[in-house]
């Protein structure tokens, strides 16, 4: 059914939405976000990430900077943390969807930045991963 093919798009509205209204994303049980998006395992696919990132208010920059609300963020300029010319030059911000081609194949994305990371290649781990770098 259509519905299957974009349950993933739809779970990344919900979430645009839920924060929007700011609302505790999982509270209301929404059934497209719960049968999609699985924080739980999004916390464990950060694992990956957290060797080089932090992921909490005014926790200090690791190698790479400290990702806490990164979604909304403009790229490249989380204060305290010396980026790339390629990143600190760049005038877009954190979406979902920038951050879903850009986890994918960060060096294809953002050629020339210091982020020594392969990707993620499957879109699942990005999207529960995504889901949880959009939890509060
Ligand atoms: C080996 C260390 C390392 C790993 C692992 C790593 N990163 Fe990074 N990341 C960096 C560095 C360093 C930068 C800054 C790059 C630059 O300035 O060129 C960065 C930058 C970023 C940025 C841009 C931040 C901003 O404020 O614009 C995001 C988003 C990001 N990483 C997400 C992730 C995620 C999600 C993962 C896990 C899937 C991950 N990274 C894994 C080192 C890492």
Known sequence: MVKNVLSQRICIKVFALGMMI????????????????????GKKIFQKCAICHSFDSGAEHLAGP??????????????????????????????????????????????????????????EDRSDLICYLSSP
């Open 22 to 41: 700011s609302m505790p994303l999982f509270a209301g049980g929404e059934d497209a976000s719960n049968a999609t998006c699985d924080l739980e395992r």
């Open 66 to 123: 400290n990702l806490y609300q990164i979604m909304g963020r403009a790229v490249g300029k989380v204060e305290g943390f010396k980026f790339s010319r390629k990143l600190r030059k760049s005038e877009d911000t954190w979406t979902q969807e920038r951050l879903d081609a850009f986890l994918e194949s960060p060096l294809e994305y953002y050629p020339g930045i210091r982020m020594a990371f392969a990707g993620l290649k499957k879109s």
